[in-house]
């Protein structure tokens, strides 16, 4: 599942790709699948790390081709990189974990050269609002979410660190309904039944990749979005 839009944030070849929190990679898989460009792929998370590396070890394998990707262990807070080393990066829920989401911008766009894009992407205010009213255990948790983003707050934020907003894009209002769901029945309760029938329907949908239920949802995106994508180009 795709936060990021790639024909919105387009990586040419030869292009310096970092997916900031990178979870198991699903930002960096597609990087790799469309272009010839060097990923690396960072998560504090040594679980995430290993689920990355091993689904990009086996598109290589499938591929016959050695990839020209790395997965390393860091902090959104302190990037392990000199100034202005990427074309190209992504954060992608994130921001709403770090203790200091100044500070995270900041290191995003000093690793970033100038004239190079981010996409930086965070739970909606509507949604974030909403669960953590019906569910403490939604956000009361070890490394859960410490901060509600408005999509004008996030902007000013962005833009106070020399960067360009040149698209804003709302996604997965499915995902919204799930999370209400799990919200509902208890987020710790992973045997409640609908939320378990609905995360089989998801499921469903990404494998199946159905035309008419990807409409259906790119129309709940205008009232219901999970997530809110920001595309800047640093000045």
Sequence with gaps: MLTVNFDLF???NGDKFLDVGCGEGRHSWEA???NHCMVCALD???LNLRKAKYVMDHMDQQSGSNGNWNALCGDALNLPFGDASFDKIICSEVLEH??????GIGELVRVLKPGGLLAVTVPTC???MLYWA?????HNNPGGHIRIFTAQGLVKALRRH???VYAIRYEHAFHSIYWLLRCIFRVRNDEATIPAIYNRFLELQIVTKSRFVSWVERI???FFPKSIAIYTRKI
């Design 32 to 34: 790799c699948r469309r």
């Design 220 to 222: 709940l995106n205008f």
């Design 134 to 138: 019906l569910s403490d255990d939604y």
């Design 162 to 164: 020399n960067l360009a």
């Design 126 to 128: 509507l949604t974030e």
């Design 10 to 12: 387009k990586i040419n």
């Design 98 to 103: 770090v203790a200091d989401e100044d500070r």
């Design 44 to 46: 504090l998370d040594d």
